[in-house]
């Protein structure tokens, strides 16, 4: 059976490449992968300082296990332009940074050490996608996600396409296309027997086949008693399929769920069954580690994405992301969008090639995830041009005639060659450009994005974003504008039917070049910060969701006099999903219900308190006692939710949280640790611009500096495991709090 293990330890990397080298062991830095080349300031720095070459090297010793065998290196990504030597010989090129590549070392290996060496040039090379233009994100340099050792029989399995069949009717139907790797050539005779498997690893069904050449397909029939894979139970289940040949044996794994995903005229169909779109696009960058983090915190993604904000869907801007991060979509039931490297720029002949082949490596890698449900085959936000996107699309549908294709375009009246008419629509803020007489517009009619006579499916997949940037530090009028237009955009999508859904720009801040952003090579267009910290406007999404599965009150509100522009609070914002708010003020109490008049297609409308509820004085005047706020959600008449805020908050207390308290000690797990800087209520002081300082004991080691300053009343940290088991201590101090201590674990 084939064998594939972590090949990330016991790596040696440094700066700068020699091609006469590449055959002798450097001397290196020791590292461990994922790795990226240059870490990064959180803010402030120069972008070109990992544009050039590195080198990392690792030895591999011969195994009696390698005789007779295929052996290889599987890379899930690397940035980019990679070229791997072994003892000296070059054995592949790979030049995108986003999907993954096989390094055969078949044949080629010695008894004794043999010489890994690879060359990763983070140089933004014009004849590779997405570069060639200017591009608002980073592209961080380095071997940045795993690589695995992989050794396997001379015939093996290579990949494994299932596409279910009838999947809405009582007696279901599974095709299930083996192919079949023989890189020598070999004649042989075998057989593939496939297993079909259910959630809790039962056999339901299964085939035998024999087979001589590169693919067998097989055909499993009248499947009964089969769950579907839903939002709230994301059922999968499991092709095992065995070969077994003159040369060997092999086995392949795959897992897939039963559900149907059509974008229609009438809007988006899981199932059969209407579902709203409602979510944030995604890069996979982190502060100061860049592209460079493993399963853990792929993971943790995921779940924010879902648990957290409460979103159904997310956008892979603007490339295929982790496979870590794309396995727990599918084991949580959070949908995804995914789509090739690109932001704009269109390159030459020899480029377009290899956007097509990136059409084809995403597709092959990911045609299982029933996660899922559209394939973005254009170039993000790029002009029209008809015989490449023609291609791209015909490519698509080859390969996986299950899913319907997008292509992201902000320009209207694009030329639609795809199944879905994916756009970014910034309309709603273009009413403050010198000469528009439009008001103020949170989406444009679908016919005037399209130029089409006739509605099509079609999906919102950017609002927002540059258009308003937002800081977690922020004014709170500005916070609350932010807010007020996500809330907009979201209404309007949610009452027109013909709209899937929208996918706001976007979750979390990033890193950018220095032609976007603020000028810290920060674009602060999240709905979170950096360590995905909430911004009021997370809150616009969170409180989409339903009581039974979170009760939500957030007021858009430090809670005080001066905050805002001539002073007071109003209007004030409490983002819920309660039937009625009351908030008291001294022995004043109002309470109201949600904001339907203005928000009357969102499912949990914000409850708004303004000068409608108070008259000019009742929140009192300057040269008055500022007081406490205690606000209250209600929901079928009955209190449910409780919250207070202080009118002179005082540093109170220095609040720690990980993610995890347990870190896998051999594959160098990670966990995030967020700090906050609370008052004697429990709200974060927004404008406390101390300093924390952290400090580790044990097997771990904080990613960046382990001096970091309050942003927003928060800040936070990466903590990795250092491949040791053993207890781990953190402690963290900041002047104005107690000293506070977490204990966790690698094991």
Known sequence: MRSVVAFNESWTFQEGFSLAEVGRRQEGQPVTLPHTAVELPFNYFDEKSYQRAFTYQKILPWSADFAGREVSLVFDAAMADAVVYLNGEEIVAHKDGYTPFEARLTGRLKEGDNLLTVKIDGSENPEIPPFGGRIDYLTYAGIYRDVWLKVAAPVSIANIKVETGNVLAAAKSVNVRCDIANPQGLAFNGSVAASLRAPDGTVLTSAVAETSGSSLTFAFDNLTGISLWELDNPALYTIDAELKTDHGSDRYTANFGFRTAAFTAEGFLLNGRKLKLRGLNRHQAFPYAGYAVGRSAQER?????????????????????????????????????EEIPGWQHIGGEAWKQESIRNVRRMIERDWNHPSIIIWGVRINESQDSHDFYVETNRLARELDPTRQTGGVRYITESELLEDVYTMNDFILGNEELPGVNRPRTPLRPQQENTGLSQNVPYLITEFGGHMYPTKIYDQEQRQAEHVRRHLDVLNAAYGDPSISGAIGWCMFDYNTHSDFGSGDRICYHGVMDMFREPKFAAYAYISQCEPSDEVVMKPVTQWARGERNIGGVLPLIVLTNCDEIELRYGSLVKRIGPDRENFPHLPHPPVVFDHRHFTKDELGVWGMEWEDAHFTGLIGGKAVTT?????????????????????????RDTTRVIIRALDQAGSRLPFLNDIATVEVTGPAKVIGPKTMAFQGGTTGFWLQATGEAGAITVDISSPRFAAQTITLAAE
């Open 643 to 667: 919250l207070h805020m202080v009118a002179d908050p005082l540093p109170t207390t220095l609040e720690v949280k990980a993610d995890s308290l347990t870190l896998r000690a051999d594959d």
């Open 301 to 337: 993604d995921a779940e924010i994405m879902k648990h957290t904000l409460k979103c159904n869907v997310v956008r892979t801007s603007h490339y295929p992301q982790s496979p870590w991060f794309l396995d727990h979509c599918d084991r949580i039931g959070l949908l995804v969008f």
